[in-house]
């Protein structure tokens, strides 16, 4: 399983980015997957989790301004950001497999079987 994200940029505060990361040599829908963060000098932290079943979980910072969906067609994971802030700033990534429900601290390995988007970065101007 590939996974190539894309989206991202810069924005000011209260602004709306879309992230994108495509599925290549599998379902996306066979696989929980997740949406991670790690900010300068800041561990990775878990942001949202879609379920194979299709239901989402986030995290209480990012709970009723990022909404996490995929499209099975195309086989997408998307995440809307929106009412962004400034400690949103981060690098953002993707994983497959990921938890199947968001839980504080919990992250996919990253051994063989696991696989990560490239990246992509987040900047949130005040």
């Known amino acids: 399983l590939e996974l190539v994200q894309s989206g991202g940029g810069s924005v000011q505060n209260g602004g709306s980015l879309r992230l994108s990361c495509a599925a290549h040599?599998?379902?996306?829908?066979?696989?929980?997957m997740g949406w991670f963060r790690q900010a300068p000098g800041k561990e990775m932290e878990g942001v949202a989790t879609?379920?194979?079943?299709?239901?989402?979980t986030y995290s209480d910072s990012v709970k009723g301004r990022f909404a996490v969906s995929r499209d099975t067609t195309q086989n997408i994971l998307y995440l809307q950001m929106d009412n962004l802030k400034p400690e949103d700033t981060a690098m953002y990534y993707c994983?497959?497999?990921?938890?199947?429900?968001?839980?504080?601290?919990?992250?996919?390995?990253?051994?063989?079987?696991?696989?990560w988007g490239q990246g992509t970065q987040v900047t949130v101007s005040t």
């Open positions: 040599g599998a379902y996306i829908r066979s696989y929980c």
């Open positions: 994983a497959a497999p990921a938890p199947c429900r968001y839980v504080p601290g919990v992250l996919p390995g990253r051994g063989e079987s696991n696989s």
């Open positions: 879609m379920h194979n079943d299709g239901s989402p």
